[in-house]
């Protein structure tokens, strides 16, 4: 399968959406033979994937200095109904915009977060659309809900309540640094006065440089948070606050769980609840060339999982460079499986398995430019298979999934997949070129 399509400007990128099965191979019925490949101009990236209940997958990010959905079929294909033969772009207020997360309520619409540049500030940022890619204009205004809080403001992820209320986290500047931002929205795009300060919750840890990168609902209705905090010790954080806005002081007896997972570097990305209510946070752990992915998993007072490797932390260096987590999902069997990218000689995008008894994982390996930003888990099928959101620059990009034997942990053999992703042309005038190459199955001795 090979597509393409010119394009002007500088540094163009692909967006990635790639369906694999449980065992990690791609699944050869999804897009073309794996992929689904969409083009949108220079500055795109891919930064939140989002599912219907039709099992159409909504992939949100920026492009050209827009914010950018595009809306896919179950099978991968572009739903050339919704927006611009499947792709909507918007520059909210006519300024520099981007979406950083998407997701799905119970009328099916995609509600978008991210920003609004507007002056010299970022905006926080909220979008509804339609089933067809149009704004709703019952929405905020006209489609659009723009808030306006400290120096500067921005979503980094949201959640829609089952009221159909939503709940989007990120960070506020303030004149003494960042810290965590928790909003609520009412289902017309309005700050729900109900909730915190006119809608607005602002928690400063006592450090600069915190930010909310996640956030998830428990049974209860209670919010679960994560990301970092900063100062000259950067930690994991997760904070559980009441639907009132309010922590919850019996997590961990004031709301707030800090968990230093061996770095003075390090940064939570993601967070999900387990059908036991085990809280589990990805993200990654270490600096530069020594950044691996960490995963944590604690109980639902916020005490930590010693059933979880011992002491409820696991950190997997995957390569030679630095190895960063950006997106989790659960299995049936409870097991996270997390997706990023590694930096050495190589770029490699990364599905790991946290069982310790399965030990393989899926990659891609360009040399550079390819990153996994975020991971789908389609629970509607029996194989509980698996989307992820790339986005792709420049050069080779090679899937190998690596298969141990699950009770002798002997190599078995490997999958291989090659992705090129060619340039040509001067800036004005340049195209893109993307074939993939499909090896079988082979075994060689475990080395």
Not at 414 to 426: L, R, S
Request: aromatic share 8%; glycine share 10%; with cysteine.
């Amino acid at each position: 399968g090979d597509t393409t399509a010119d394009f002007s400007g500088k540094s163009p990128r692909v967006w990635a959406l790639v369906k694999y099965n449980i065992d990690g191979s791609v699944k050869q019925n999804f897009g073309d033979q794996g992929f689904t490949l969409t083009q949108l101009g220079w500055q795109a990236e891919a930064r939140s994937i989002a599912r219907d209940s039709a099992g159409n997958l909504y992939g949100a990010g920026i492009a050209d200095d827009k914010l950018a959905l595009v809306k896919y079929s179950s099978n991968g294909a572009l739903q050339e109904a919704f927006g611009q033969q499947g792709i909507v772009k918007a520059a909210i207020a006519g300024r520099p915009s981007a979406a950083n997360s998407v997701a799905i309520g119970k009328d099916q619409r995609p509600v978008v977060g991210g920003y609004a540049e507007l002056g010299k500030r970022r905006y926080a940022a909220l979008q509804r659309y339609t089933t067809a890619g149009s704004l709703e204009t019952e929405f905020g205004y006209a489609g659009t809900s723009i808030t306006k809080v400290g120096k500067s403001a921005e979503i980094h992820d949201l959640v829609i309540q089952p009221n159909q209320n939503i709940v989007a986290v990120g960070h506020v500047e303030t004149p003494t640094g960042t810290d965590v931002l928790v909003m609520r929205y009412s289902p017309n795009g309005k700050l729900d006065p109900e909730f915190g300060n006119g809608g607005k919750v602002i928690t400063d840890l006592g450090t600069k440089g915190d930010r909310a990168n996640a956030v998830t609902l428990d049974r209860r209705g209670r919010i679960l948070v994560s990301g970092v905090r900063g100062g000259a010790d950067h930690d994991f954080i997760t904070l559980r606050y009441m639907p009132d806005g309010t922590l919850d002081e019996s997590f961990d007896s004031d709301g707030l769980v800090i968990t230093d997972m061996g770095s003075p570097v390090e940064q939570a990305t993601d967070i999900k609840i387990d059908a036991n209510q085990r809280i589990v946070v990805s993200g990654t752990t270490g600096k530069d060339k020594d950044a691996v992915f960490a995963v944590a998993r604690y109980r639902s007072n916020g005490s930590p999982d010693s059933q979880f490797d011992d002491d409820g932390r696991v950190t997997t260096d995957i390569g030679s460079g630095a190895d960063h987590a950006n997106g989790l999902a659960l299995l049936k069997n409870q097991l996270p499986i997390v997706v990023g990218s590694s930096v050495g000689a190589k770029w490699e995008e990364l599905l790991p398995d946290y069982n310790v008894d399965i030990e393989g994982y899926s990659k891609f390996s360009p040399k550079r430019g390819v990153r996994a930003r975020q991971i789908s888990l389609d629970a509607a099928n029996d194989d509980n298979s698996l989307e992820v959101m790339y986005s792709t620059q420049k050069q080779k990009a090679v899937f190998l999934h690596v298969i141990r034997d699950e009770d002798t942990a002997e190599f078995v053999g490997a999958v291989q997949t090659t992705m090129y992703v060619e340039f040509d042309g001067p800036p004005s005038n340049r195209t893109c070129a993307v074939s993939m190459n499909f090896a079988s199955t082979y075994k060689q001795p475990w080395k």
